[in-house]
């Protein structure tokens, strides 16, 4: 833990995912994933439910018009993923503990830039910043709106670095989903794997692939 927070201080600039490493949203994101197939009539499968969370939206709505013969096209279905989850983001998306508090500590302190990193969309963070009161603890938030490749790619990253007018050597990122870390660890920024007992990750790839591992931002306060 020591070794971590020496790294957060070198860092100019931190770079937090929502859901799942800041935001205890999983549930939700079942609850979504759940409805749409039922919505589209197909079977809710360990395998299906499993391929949805661990893709993301670009690749998951891949997923469902190739794997499962859902006709729409891929902006249809993540705007209907979109419409599901936007109620939930409103009432029931909360901080993870430690995070609000954290990044609280961060922005008082006033010593590193920070951002959101994330494949959702703005309206559905902005609900759940709103839900809260958590507007105007980061610097700037990147969402699918701005980037529309997952995090697959490091385009999301680039862009954040360049929001921030930070080198990528001197950016930290927090995320709780192996392709996350591989993307920033290509572009040489720092990474931080945090653990989601929800997800559909496996810890110890994370743990392997990360720079450093979480478990909670509550061991940093």
């Known amino acids: 833990m020591e070794a971590l927070k020496q790294r957060i201080?070198?860092?100019k600039a931190l770079i937090f995912d929502f859901d799942g490493t800041l935001a205890d949203s999983m549930d939700v994101w079942?609850?979504?994933d759940q409805r749409f197939l039922t919505m589209h009539g197909l079977p809710i499968t360990h395998d299906a439910m499993h391929q949805l969370a661990a893709l993301g939206y670009v690749k998951g709505a891949d997923y469902?018009?190739?794997?499962l013969g859902v006709q729409e096209s891929p902006q249809e279905i993540m705007?209907?993923?979109?419409?599901?989850?936007?109620?939930?983001y409103r009432t029931a998306v909360f901080f993870k503990p430690g995070a609000k508090e954290y990044l609280q500590r961060l922005r008082q302190a006033g010593s590193h830039k920070m951002a959101i990193a994330t494949t959702c969309n703005r309206l559905l963070i902005g609900s759940a910043l709103d839900n809260n009161q958590a507007h105007g603890l980061v610097d700037t938030i990147v969402t699918s709106d701005d980037i529309t490749a997952d995090k697959h790619s490091p385009d999301m990253y680039?862009?954040?670095a360049r929001r921030l007018d930070v080198p990528f050597e001197d950016c930290l990122?927090?995320?709780?989903i192996l392709p996350a870390i591989k993307s920033a660890k290509s572009l040489g920024m720092g990474t931080v794997a945090m653990f989601e007992p929800k997800g559909h990750q496996v810890w110890s790839?994370?743990?392997?692939?990360a720079d450093f591992a979480l478990e909670s931002f509550s061991q940093l306060l």
Do not use: P, T
Not at 64 to 67: D, L, T
Not at 80 to 88: F, G, V
């Open 158 to 160: 680039i862009e954040v």
């Open 205 to 209: 790839e994370l743990v392997a692939a």
């Open 30 to 32: 079942r609850w979504v």
């Open 64 to 67: 469902v018009r190739r794997e």
């Open 79 to 88: 705007a209907q993923w979109d419409s599901l989850a936007l109620e939930r």
């Open 9 to 11: 201080e070198r860092s």
């Open 173 to 176: 990122v927090f995320d709780d």
